[in-house]
């Protein structure tokens, strides 16, 4: 899971669009069917949804995006920043892609077989697929790939998220490969709908060695055209596509890192869509004319607040729970968002497949709140540093639960810290409460694993609860999706009452565009593809 | 001078800002892989040892790779310096000849109606935020006016008449604060060169007065604004990092905002550097052009 960086605007994403296209669960099951435990999804085929009950798609035109931050390299075993995500997505395939309800859907990978031990999988992969440089992408492209990342002396940041199940894979043929897993790992394939899963070209790869990042090649259904550093990315359809070809033209990716600015450009048409919005732009920009804003609420990015389990003074349950009954969820909603979010109460937003009602969840209750507060020793309060991103977000966010927590004389004096420190501090201890946002991940190991695994890395609470990490265990070893879900709820709830955090929202997500914008999808993991979008003329 | 300016930049970012591997590998890089490329960049020697590899690197012309992209430091600067370099030289020029025409009104009618406005309004450009002023300007001329575009870049060649379409905003946002600084100075300046007494003299002889003006007084007031010139030169520099962001431009000074928030710390030092030869340049030719405008001035 990445962390986007956080900004007012970063608190948005699209929805009513989405699910009219939605993949239901149903239609997944009935296509599995057909393919033993493979699945073959004919819509998402190469990641282009078909529209439905629009007017028939256009060909042409090149879509103008406005980019929040300019990329810093277009090599996926390379890449952590989020604003690389969406390019990449154009340029690449990835071995299998995501669902808007985070379902595994084929891409490269058109269907894949695990054996009996569950030690094996064995994915069959798309004939004829062509890179942009002409070499192919089969079987021995896709080894070199994951080779490439399994190698520890590449020190690809994507290692991390493959060795810890991943022992080897192997060709069997130009389009058979084989996965050999350490232990049965039910979250293995969404690891390749992230960057994991982006095949670049072996032999573009080793012709450009590190340069390779300017000079991307792969097999998406756009190719490479030119970066100008901080102004733009400019992509075009590439015409050997092996899958369903791209509506537009091209793409070009305007990087414009004031989100006024980037709201005006769409009103003048300079720019076709953005996303992530000045909050305050919402409302002017839904009124003006041929401009339409795609909202989806909740995302699959939550905000809340942590502190260290294991110190002092929230090393005290009832202090935590105290503290998770005093803050006003809809307050914040309603404050901080505008009412363009959700509340949030644990790690799981309702979107996803994995999600299930919690039984037991917080709402705003201050006599609850001081009830707990004595319990736990702190009748008459007590005073804490909170610590913050010093953004005009972070700091809306911790003047509101000060405000909010001085209702039960919790006095909190604000830490603000510059953003790309604040994580560096969390994980050095230097801080103990602050505020925090994750995005989910295309399988509920993914994020879960490693906040509240005990000693996992990313672990930065101190939270250690052994039934958590038997529950954990128990979920990602069953390949059963019916199994898993119900661990996961009680993963969930554990979590929820133990508060090593306390979730207050899914802001929503936002993506203003031109009305001539047409099929906009997305994913909850808040990246923009634009694979099905065309424009009308 | 340039190596004590690096000497502090370095130890300032790595003492302030620290680590870079968990932004390279991402938050939730485990802390093996860290140790790992920690290593391989050099990044566990000791910070002298890291200080003089570079410093050793850099006076071969070698100013490394950029931690986060990969890419030849040389290379990233290069892409982005046209854009800077043109922002701030042409607002540095637009903001030396409105103030030369703005200060010489004000000083030599020093106390008129006219003195009042030019001085009130550079006031207010003085004071008015860079940021602030961008957005104004975008949301007149951009959204309501539609006579140029929101923000982006086209390069002069082998487009001048884009690029001025484009670069128009950015200029004017830039150059205000310093139009108005500059003709705050040459107007006292003036106004203290109008009541010396060879100035008295020039008049006495029967000169008229706009000659006594431009050909006497003038000249010599412009010495302190010179000055001011190449001392708020870097200055100009740190407004145009704001004025970039607003306006999409793909400049060094947004090159060294993303490489100190990334701790890339070779780029960081390299545009230091870059900035640090710019402003003992501009300094050096402040000083230079003193015995031109000035007689009694001599580098002998």
Known sequence: MQRRHPRADSLHRPASILRRRRLTRRDLLRTSAAAGFGIALGRYAAGVPAARGAAAPQQGGTLRV???????????????????????????????????TFEIAPELARSWKVSPDGLSITASLAPDVRFHDGTACDAAAVKWNIDFILNQANNSPQFKQLQPFLAGVDAGGPTTVTFRLKKPYAGFLAAFTERPGFIVSPAAYQKYGKDFGRNPVGSGMYQFVEWLPDDHVAIKRFDGYWGTKSYLDGITYKVVPDPAVRDT???TAELDITSEPDPKDVPVLQRAPGVKVVSENPSGHWWGIQWRVDRPPFNNKALRQAIAYGVDRDEFVKIMLGGRGSVANGPTPSIVWWYSQ???AYTYDPERAKRLLAEAGYQKGFSAEFSTDNTPVGLQFAQLLQAQLKRLNITLTINPVDPSNLYQQVLQQKVNWTRTDWTLRADPDGLLRILFYTGNYANSTGYSNPTVDKLLDQANSTYDRNARKKLYAQIDQQVLDDAPYVWVFYPSEDAPMRTAVQNYAWIPDSVPRYRSVWLTK | MTVLVTMAVFWLLHGLLGDPTLLILGRDADPQTAARLRHELGLDRPLDVQYLDWLGGAARGDLGRSLRTREPVAQAIRERLGPTAEL???????????????????????????DFGVSSLCVIGVTLPNFLLGISLILVFALTLRWVPSGGFVPLFPNPGANLQHMALPIVTLSVAYVGILS?????SLRATLGALYVQTARAKGLVERRVLVRHALRNSLIPVLSVLGIEFGRLFGGAVVTETVFALPGVGRLLVDAILGRDFPVVQAVVVLMTFGVLFVNLAVDLSYAWLDPRVSYG
Request: no cysteine; glycine share 6%; hydrophobic share 55%.
């Open chain 1, 66 to 100: 406005g980019a929040v931050a300019d990329v810093h390299t277009l090599d996926p075993h390379y890449s952590v920043d989020w604003s690389e995500r969406p390019v990449m997505y154009a340029i690449y395939n990835t071995l299998v892609s995501a669902t808007p």
């Open chain 1, 265 to 267: 450009m769409v009103r």
């Open chain 1, 358 to 360: 919690p039984a037991r």
């Open chain 2, 88 to 114: 701030t030289l042409a607002s540095m020029a637009l903001a030396a000849a409105a103030a030369l025409v703005l200060g010489t009104v004000a000083g030599a009618w020093y106390g008129s109606a006219a």
């Open chain 2, 184 to 188: 705050l100075v040459l107007k006292s």
